[in-house]
């Protein structure tokens, strides 16, 4: 049986970050990809201020949207610090799409910038695992090995250092063998 393909440009698959969401054909700057949607929350109703889940997406100060249903598989788009989509609000209307800032190849994982406050709550505890910032930390920790390295050979070469000085001064000067003086005739030494 021939496989279905999807006429969406995107699927869900396994990223760094559990599932994410992943281009299949290319999409070009500017299109709109997917539109994020779910229940809308009121912020003035108690019941609803106190629902916590990481699909919550914010329009403004009263309106919300849950994005926790199965269907919203745009909830599966993860964040980065450099993003290839960002999220286009419209509050009055109450939608929020997901809409392409550079060329997508497929094979490509969708993401967009969560914003300051979702970072500070929820990723900077646990730190940032999109590609920049890994490439970021793989770079910082390659410098850090990099100056352990140099620490440690400074501190053999000065080690090396202080044990040839200390050789030195332990060597038996020309006129002393075994601490006992030598006399010298006819350029001979004698005991």
């Given at each position: 049986m021939p496989a279905i393909s999807s006429n969406k440009p995107y699927r869900v698959g396994r990223s760094k970050t559990g599932l994410g969401l992943f281009a299949t054909?290319?999409?070009?700057?500017?299109?709109?990809?997917?539109?994020?949607?779910?229940?809308i929350l009121d912020s003035r109703i108690?019941?609803?201020?106190?629902?916590?889940?990481?699909?919550?997406?914010?329009?403004?100060?009263?309106?919300t949207i849950d994005g926790s249903v199965r269907k919203n598989l745009a909830r599966y788009i993860n964040h980065s610090c450099r993003p290839n989509a960002e999220s286009d609000v419209r509050p009055r209307e109450r939608k929020v799409f997901i809409r392409a800032i550079k060329n997508i190849e497929p094979g490509d994982e969708i993401n967009y910038d969560y914003g300051t406050d979702y970072f500070k709550a929820y990723l900077k505890p646990i730190g940032c695992k999109c590609d920049s910032c890994e490439k970021k930390r793989k770079k910082l920790r390659a410098e850090a090995r990099a100056q352990r390295?140099?620490?440690k050979a400074r501190a053999e070469r000065k080690a090396a250092k202080a044990g040839a000085k200390s050789a030195k001064k332990k060597a038996p000067k020309?006129?002393?063998?075994?601490?006992?003086?030598?006399?010298?005739t006819n350029g001979r030494a004698r005991a």
């Open positions: 054909k290319p999409i070009k700057k500017g299109t709109r990809i997917i539109r994020y949607f779910g229940p108690p019941a609803h201020d106190e629902i916590e889940n990481k699909y919550l997406f914010e329009l403004n100060g009263r309106w390295t140099k620490a020309k006129n002393q063998l075994n601490g006992h003086a030598v006399a010298k």
